[in-house]
C-alpha cells in the first residue's frame, strides 16, 4: 500500500499562485510517475499533470499548458504542482496520484490517490 499525503491548497484571488505538494509513503516497482487530477463541483474528475520519475518527462491537459508546473524531488518521494494565473475554473479538489500503468491521462491508470486538497480562486 502507497499513502499519499497532500498540502498546498487554499483560497487565492484570480491571477494568484499556490504550490502544491504531495508525498508518498513510499515508491512501488510497478510506477514511473506522480500525477495531479481535480473535481470540481458537478463534473468529473480530469486529468492536469504527470511527470515521470525516471526521465522527469511531463504531460499537460491543454486548460493548464503555460500555467502550472509540475515537478519532482525524487529523493523525498515528492512531486509538486505549481499553479500560476490561476482562474476561478481553476476552482477544484486536486488529487494527487501513483501512475501504475497505462496512459497517462486517464484516471484508471493510477492505482493510488491521495485525499484531495481545495482550491479554490476567487474572481
Known amino acids: 500500500q502507497v499513502q499519499l499525503v497532500e498540502s498546498g491548497g487554499g483560497l487565492v484571488q484570480a491571477g494568484g499562485s499556490l504550490r502544491l505538494s504531495c508525498t508518498a509513503s513510499?515508491?512501488?516497482?510497478?510506477?514511473?510517475?506522480m500525477g495531479w487530477f481535480r473535481q470540481a463541483p458537478g463534473k468529473e474528475r480530469e486529468f492536469v499533470a504527470t511527470i515521470t520519475w525516471s526521465g522527469g518527462s511531463t504531460y499537460y491537459a491543454d486548460s493548464v499548458k503555460g500555467r502550472f508546473t509540475i515537478s519532482r524531488d525524487n529523493a523525498k518521494n515528492t512531486v509538486y504542482l505549481q499553479m500560476n494565473s490561476l482562474k476561478p475554473e481553476d476552482t477544484a479538489v486536486y488529487y494527487c496520484?501513483?501512475?501504475?500503468?497505462?496512459?497517462?491521462?486517464?484516471?484508471?491508470?493510477?492505482?493510488?490517490w491521495g485525499q484531495g486538497t481545495q482550491v479554490t480562486v476567487s474572481s
Open positions: 496520484a501513483v501512475f501504475t500503468g497505462g496512459g497517462y491521462y486517464y484516471s484508471k491508470s493510477y492505482g493510488y
Open positions: 513510499r515508491r512501488t516497482l510497478s510506477s514511473d510517475g
